[in-house]
T-cell receptor
Framework: AQKVTQAQTEISVVEKEDVTLDCVYETRDTTYYLFWYKQPPSGELVFLIR??????QNEISGRYSWNFQKSTSSFNFTITASQVVDSAVYFC????????????FGKGTKLTVNP | GAVVSQHPSWVICKSGTSVKIECRSL??????MFWYRQFPKQSLMLMATSNEGSKATYEQGVEKDKFLINHASLTLSTLTVTSAHPEDSSFYICSARDRPGQGATDTQYFGPGTRLTVL
């Protein structure tokens, strides 16, 4: 079975704090893709990152960084020096190779960054 | 790049009427588009997968006669909610997956969503 678990339903931090959003996935496939999307209050899902299962290299993009660990089936997302504009719901998703495969979404983590 | 638009962004209709929502990929061709439904404070629920030129594949529990999907071109898919009722009120989001072989990233890009309210 394919499943994505985001155990943190809501997180609240104060601006400039670092925050890590957890994502744990389950799949028996050897080839798969992991995604993070941001959904601000406006509703539109914004693509943040895509990582394939063969690339465990961690990635940093500005204040965002991702830690992919196949050994623990986790793909955690860290925001450094958080800002109020980071307030949103963040979704982790699992996708598969080829054709028109659908994404399996976690339930999302609502992040609130307070000034 | 990779912009997906939806129209309308919100719609209010009377019970029993039909509503059409358009999803367009603006700067890439999308062989496959997906339609999701999202209830307040919940995750996205996939309704159907739409492939250009063929019939949509519906997820279990989704009524295909109620939610009509047409993917007439590589840049346009439409969702028609037929005979809408108040329980159909929701946030409908489409996504488009870029076409394989064109330097594609094989990623789903999402539209801004359409908020449907049925009175």
């Amino acid at each position: 079975a394919q499943k994505v678990t985001q155990a943190q339903t809501e997180i609240s931090v104060v601006e400039k704090e670092d925050v890590t959003l957890d994502c744990v996935y389950e799949t028996r496939d050897t080839t798969y893709y992991l995604f993070w999307y941001k959904q601000p209050p406006s509703g539109e899902l914004v693509f943040l990152i895509r990582r394939n299962s063969f690339d465990e290299q961690n990635e940093i993009s500005g204040r965002y960084s991702w830690n992919f660990q196949k050994s623990t089936s986790s793909f955690n997302f860290t925001i450094t020096a958080s800002q109020v504009v980071d307030s949103a719901v963040y979704f982790c998703a699992l996708g598969f190779e080829g054709g028109s495969e659908k994404l399996v979404f976690g339930k999302g983590t609502k992040l609130t960054v307070n000034p | 790049g990779a912009v997906v638009s939806q129209h309308p962004s919100w719609v209010i209709c009377k019970s029993g009427t039909s509503v059409k929502i358009e999803c367009r990929s603006l700067d890439f061709q999308a062989t496959t588009m997906f339609w999701y439904r999202q209830f307040p404070k919940q995750s996205l629920m996939l309704m159907a997968t739409s492939n250009e030129g063929s019939k949509a594949t519906y997820e279990q529990g989704v009524e295909k006669d109620k939610f009509l999907i047409n993917h007439a071109s590589l840049t346009l898919s439409t969702l028609t909610v037929t005979s809408a009722h108040p329980e159909d009120s929701s946030f409908y989001i489409c996504s488009a997956r870029d076409r394989p072989g064109q330097g594609a990233t094989d990623t789903q890009y999402f539209g801004p969503g359409t908020r449907l309210t049925v009175l």
